[in-house]
């Protein structure tokens, strides 16, 4: 369960287009505790704020002009250093799969379908800080690790009914 208390340290960046969805998130933060705040307009605002300051969590849209969703994400998870690090909360009105699964392509951490509650924003705050997932580097993507959770009962090396179980990996 998230508490308030230690929230008034995180700095966190929302990054819409929309400026009432930047206040009702905002508003929703604010109100648990969150005192560090900023906001950007847009991915390429979103962006140049990164450079110049550490921020802790990025709740951002999909679609936005300038520089969308997407386009940030990748940039992002692109960046050198610890930036690149960085809990991604991506909102969207759009949650089909094509759309989920390019954001998951890219390194989301998380995933917030519009229109927004307090408890979704919350929650999704609460996923990256009291469980986030180990960061993982492999040809072709960088960002948290896609697997959830340990599948009860798993006893071996194969992850996926695809694997071929005749040949030992060392």
């Known amino acids: 369960m998230l508490t308030t208390q230690g929230l008034g340290e995180l ?32 991915g390429r605002h979103g962006v ?44 969207t009105g759009h949650s089909d799969l ?16 519009k229109p927004v ?3 979704a924003i919350l929650q999704r705050l609460e996923a990256v800080i009291l469980r986030p997932r180990p960061f993982v580097r492999l040809e072709g993507y960088f960002g948290p690790d896609r697997r959830r959770g340990e599948r009860a009962g798993f006893r071996g090396p194969w992850r996926r009914a695809t694997d071929t179980h005749d040949v030992l990996e060392l």
């Open 48 to 91: 140049d704020t990164l450079r110049r300051r550490s921020i802790d969590v990025i709740y951002v849209d999909y679609e936005m002009p300038v520089i969308n969703g997407l386009t940030f994400l990748r940039t992002v998870r692109e960046l050198e250093g610890p930036a690149s690090f960085t809990p991604i909360i991506m909102l």
């Open 98 to 113: 094509k759309r989920l699964t390019a954001a998951r392509d890219l390194g989301v951490n998380e995933f917030l379908s």
């Open 11 to 42: 700095d966190i960046l929302i990054v819409d287009d929309n400026a009432q969805m930047r206040t009702i998130v905002g508003s929703v933060l604010t109100a648990v505790g969150c005192r560090r705040l900023h906001y950007a307009p847009d």
């Open 117 to 119: 509650t307090a408890a």
